[in-house]
């Protein structure tokens, strides 16, 4: 006797899809707070005079109690811009369409491991990893296989050049153009009575495959101590998946990742 297909199948995709649109209204938000609080630092410390040198007087170090009352330093006071390395490890977010036909977007969420060497001035170079993980919906067709919501996974190997643009004490903003490569899982779920993969197939899904990739835009970081900076980091990202079909395969799409950066190495002197 015939048996129903399930609604849903049960995986770790429908965990990421949940993921996903509580990520998506609370990264905007992270957006907006930081370009203000770093716009509001930025400015104050421009438009903000120094007092006069006659009326500045020694600060007493840190560990030095004046009249048994211990003196805070500014944490901010060591920030520099010239260490020699970085590392950055944040949750990302990125969209992808997972076949050239598919209207219906996925938007994924994932890891995004980062990290620059100083080179001169304000200039470095950065190499970045990506994993973006969720579901996507499938075409009117392919529901006969049962194929609504499916597992899909893109991974992205990075590297380019870093550019330092302006900044304080109390944070930074940066650009960067980073491009390699991108490899897209896309129908590890689909097909499984060998019918419903391929661009030209119910589901229309691109085979799993390598592919050029890239992701141009910047970090806003937020120093928090001379060594530990929060950071946001948007990006147009660029994949150019192959199939066989009559749509661009060229695809421009929002990714975002927010998380710690941690800076180390002997600084270099000005």
Same mark, same amino acid.
């Given at each position: 006797m015939n048996m129903q297909a399930p609604l849903f199948h049960p995986t770790l995709a429908i965990y990421h899809s949940r993921v996903m649109r509580l990520l998506n209204p609370a990264n905007r938000t992270l957006i907006a707070a930081? +370009?203000?609080v770093i716009f509001a630092a930025i400015s104050q410390a421009q438009t903000t005079p120094p007092p006069p040198a006659s009326s500045q007087a020694p600060t007493p170090a840190p560990s030095q109690p004046v009249n048994g009352i211990y003196i805070a330093s500014d944490p901010l006071a060591g920030v520099r811009y010239n260490n020699h390395w970085d590392a950055y490890v944040g949750m990302a977010s990125g969209h992808i369409h997972a076949g050239p036909a598919l209207v219906a977007g996925a938007d994924l969420g994932g890891l995004d491991i980062s990290g620059s060497r100083f080179l001169s001035g304000r200039w470095r170079i950065e190499a970045s990893g990506r =994993?973006?993980?969720?579901?996507?919906?499938?075409? $009117?067709?392919?529901?006969?296989?049962?194929?609504?919501?499916? +597992?899909? =996974?893109?991974?992205? +190997?990075l590297a380019g050049p870093e550019f330092l643009g302006p900044h304080n004490k109390h944070g930074a903003f940066y650009l960067h153009a980073l491009v390699g490569g991108a490899y897209g899982d896309f129908n590890k779920e689909i097909?499984?009575?060998?019918?419903?993969?391929? $661009?030209?197939?119910?589901?229309? +899904?691109?085979?799993?495959q390598f592919a050029l990739g890239g992701a141009f835009g910047g970090h806003i970081d937020l120093n928090r101590s001379p060594s530990w900076v929060f950071r946001i980091t948007p990006d147009?990202?660029?994949?150019?998946?192959?199939?066989?079909?009559?749509? #661009?395969?060229?695809?421009?799409?929002?990714?975002? #990742?927010?998380?710690?950066?941690?800076?180390?190495g002997t600084k270099k002197k000005k």
């Open positions: 930081a +370009f203000a =994993a973006y993980l969720g579901t996507s919906g499938t075409p $009117p067709a392919a529901h006969i296989y049962g194929e609504s919501g499916v +597992f899909v =996974a893109q991974y992205m +190997f097909g499984r009575d060998g019918t419903a993969t391929g $661009p030209t197939g119910p589901a229309g +899904f691109y085979d799993n147009a990202l660029l994949t150019g998946y192959n199939g066989t079909s009559q749509y #661009s395969h060229t695809q421009w799409n929002f990714g975002i #990742s927010v998380g710690g950066e941690y800076k180390f």
